[in-house]
């Protein structure tokens, strides 16, 4: 009982092979029809996704939902990489619902222009921290079925139930072929197996097989139980490329590892405590020591009650990343995003209001920022805003593409950020490094206070 109940990352995970033709609309379609499976299958109170290339989250019931997407998708792209207006080329993005502890998903199709477009692998991944009601040992009907929606959604020809374990080590990944996980869809146009025998339950969806192994999810998850291994090294054996080529000749690198067999146990396991008590220790001690070093208080702390039980490893993937996320949770981090700047010059003065409404609300109330304007200027537009009645302004140079210009809003907050503090208080924006899933974490809170809690997990206030 003690081992099913902890919690394992997991993903769904769905590739396809680049398609020049695929257009912004039809990959906005294939947004929608997987974020209406999960919220189908998986969180049926979710009401609306946060999307990269812009601030404001899209709500289900905006009938722009579509057209706002299929803006940032176009607005992702690399326009060297584009021969028509309307293709999807090389769009990528980031996307999560709103539902507390719900998934996070990204979606890219890999183009390259050497002398001409060339396009490579797509994927769409959905990743999931594994605790709570999304574990995916309670979760497997469902996950099953958000699975075979995405591989139909966006025409895959490999679709799984990924864990990083055993996509890297037990299938030795290499772009471009296929991957067993612990579920597995694979479409006959890319490569067929021969399950006869094996101990895996294997269906038919959409013409392709569903491969699902006769293993406890979680004990899969669990690198150290290995379950689940021989079985997928065999139906490796057993695969079969539309070329007629054996996957192991295409892949002699899973050949030696399936050869060699289990790999030996190492010598020393220097990491095995720290993922153990990542594992073991809950978030309640450390939302305790937070308030009683006046980071945050009681009222505040409140706000993460659903949190104390989670352990560290369900918030993050180390104990740094742990301790950066609950203080995000607890609303005192501000995470400066440069995909919050795309396109933040189309929204005229609501983009960056916004983008200081995350501000304002991350000192708690301590920074006050109203009046906000944006005034054109020779080769710039100005930013003019009032903090705690001051007036501030910050330049943001114009440019002739949109990348330069979003690139140009996010260096004037970065610059900027610090100096929006007040002054009668010791609470300052401390920058923690390292960055938090790519964005810059400026912490609300008394310098030498934050220092003292963050020192024991190896985390630092940037100079």
């Known amino acids: 009982m003690e081992q099913a109940a902890r919690s394992y990352p997991w993903a769904i995970w769905a590739e396809w092979a680049g398609d020049p033709e695929l257009t912004l609309a039809e990959g906005a379609d294939r947004l929608v029809a997987t974020f209406r499976s999960v919220e189908r299958n998986l969180l ?32 992702s792209r690399t326009p060297a990489m584009v021969a028509a207006a309307d293709r999807f080329a090389d769009a ?9 502890g719900g998934p996070w998903g990204s979606l890219l199709q890999g183009v390259s222009k050497p002398g001409d477009l060339h396009f490579h692998d797509g994927w769409f991944r959905l990743e999931f921290s594994g605790g709570g009601a999304l574990r995916l040992g309670v979760l497997t009907e469902q996950a099953l079925r958000v699975l075979a929606d995405i591989a139909r ?28 996980g612990w579920a597995t869809w694979l479409h006959p146009s890319f ?12 269906s038919i969806v959409d013409g392709c097989p569903l491969v699902v192994l006769r293993t406890d999810p979680d004990a899969t998850a669990d690198r150290a139980q290995a379950a689940g291994r021989d079985v997928i090294w065999r139906l490796a054996e057993r695969t079969t490329l539309a070329d007629g080529t054996a996957l192991l000749d295409r892949n002699p690198r899973l050949g030696a590892v399936i050869a060699r067999g289990a790999p030996r146990p190492p010598l020393r396991a220097p990491r095995t405590t720290l993922t153990d008590r990542l594992a073991s220790t809950t978030a309640a001690p450390l939302v305790d020591r937070i308030v009683a070093l006046g980071l945050v208080d009681a009222r505040d702390a409140s706000r993460v009650a659903n949190l104390r039980g989670r352990t560290l490893r369900s918030l993050g993937e180390s104990e740094d990343t742990a301790v950066l996320a609950l203080l995000v949770h607890l ?40 009046d906000v304007e944006l005034v054109d200027a020779d080769a710039r537009h100005l930013l003019r805003f009032s903090c705690n009645g001051r007036p501030v302004q910050w330049s943001v140079a114009h440019a ?52 003292e809690l963050l020192e024991p997990y190896g985390l630092e206030i940037a100079e």
């Not at 990269?52 to 722009?64: F, M, R, T």
């Not at 396109?343 to 920022?369: C, K, N, Q, T």
């Open 44 to 75: 049926p109170d979710n009401r609306s996704w946060h999307v990269s290339g812009g601030k404001a989250d899209l709500a289900n019931d905006d009938p722009e939902f579509v057209a706002k997407l299929t803006r940032r998708l176009a607005r």
């Open 92 to 100: 990528s993005l980031s996307v999560s619902p709103r539902s507390p």
């Open 153 to 180: 959604a966006w025409q895959a020809r490999n679709a799984w139930i990924d864990m990083v374990h055993v996509r890297q080590q037990w299938n030795q990944w290499d772009n471009g072929l296929p991957v067993f």
């Open 191 to 202: 490569a067929t197996v021969d399950t006869d025998g094996l101990d895996v339950e294997t």
């Open 331 to 370: 609303g005192i981090v501000y995470l400066l995003e440069e995909e919050s700047f795309q396109g933040v010059h189309d929204e005229a003065a609501d983009g960056y209001r916004a983008e200081l409404d995350d501000i304002a609300e991350a000192s708690r109330g301590m920074v006050r920022l109203t």
């Open 400 to 451: 002739d593409d949109e990348h330069t210009e979003d690139r140009a809003a996010y260096e004037a907050f970065r610059r900027g950020v610090a100096s929006l503090v007040p002054t009668d208080a010791s609470q300052r924006w401390c920058v923690v490094e390292p960055e938090l899933l790519g964005a810059i974490p400026y912490v609300f809170a008394d310098p030498d206070v934050l220092a």
